[in-house]
């Protein structure tokens, strides 16, 4: 599968002149699609289906309708200590709009790096399977993560029993946007993205 790469996109409306080896030729879709059908993942690809073509709301907007719109109450925020402050402000935006929140902080726990075999230091290690276990037992409908780091937001993901969306990801060199390497990767990122080889 090499979708990443294709230029002819058949797939955007239908499955017409699609390119040699285009998976939307598998027959295994069919049966996958059914999927669609089942009770929770129904009503999540409905509601994010009708609200994807909407235009001019931001992330945290489409956020809440998401959930509004498929009767979700109760947000667990999963943050990272570095991005405390915001995980504040969106604590009060969820509740301000009629949300109940859970939120609980990566370092919950206070729990050694010793944990995995690492050099214990004055800063504690990230406890995303907590984070999860832990909304999961507040009994959450949906999962919101903040800027877990890479991999920990992994973890989180693995053991969240509701559905999980992300509000924001964390990049420590970019304002959070890693997109902005990308958008640059032909120019100012090149070295750092595509270093020359021997
Ligand atoms: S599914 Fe097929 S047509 Fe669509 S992007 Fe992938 S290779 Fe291209």
Redesign the pocket.
């Known amino acids: 599968m090499?979708?990443a790469m294709?230029g002819?996109?058949?797939?955007k409306n239908g499955i017409e002149n699609?390119?040699k080896n285009?998976?939307?030729t598998d027959e295994d879709i069919n049966n996958i699609k059914d999927l669609y059908r089942t009770d929770e993942n129904y009503t999540i690809a409905k509601v994010s289906t009708k609200l994807s073509p909407q235009q001019g709301k931001t992330r945290i907007e489409e956020t809440m309708d998401f959930a509004r719109e498929c009767g979700y109450k109760k947000i667990g925020l999963a943050f990272c200590n570095a991005l405390a402050n915001e995980a504040k402000i969106i604590d009060k935006v969820f509740t301000y709009n009629g949300f109940e929140t859970e939120s609980v902080i990566c370092k919950v726990g206070g729990i050694s790096r010793e944990t995995v075999d690492l050099e214990a230091t004055s800063n504690t290690m990230c406890n995303p399977i907590v984070q999860a276990k832990f909304l999961n037992k507040a009994k959450t409908d949906l999962n919101v993560v903040i800027g877990l780091c890479v991999g920990h937001d992994s973890l989180f993901i693995k053991y969240s029993e509701a559905p999980v969306t992300v509000l924001a990801v964390k990049d420590k060199v970019l304002a959070h946007n890693p997109l902005g390497a990308i958008y640059m990767a032909d120019k100012y990122y090149k070295n750092k993205l595509f270093p020359p080889k021997e």
């Open positions: 090499n979708c294709c002819i996109r058949a797939c699609t390119p285009c998976p939307s």
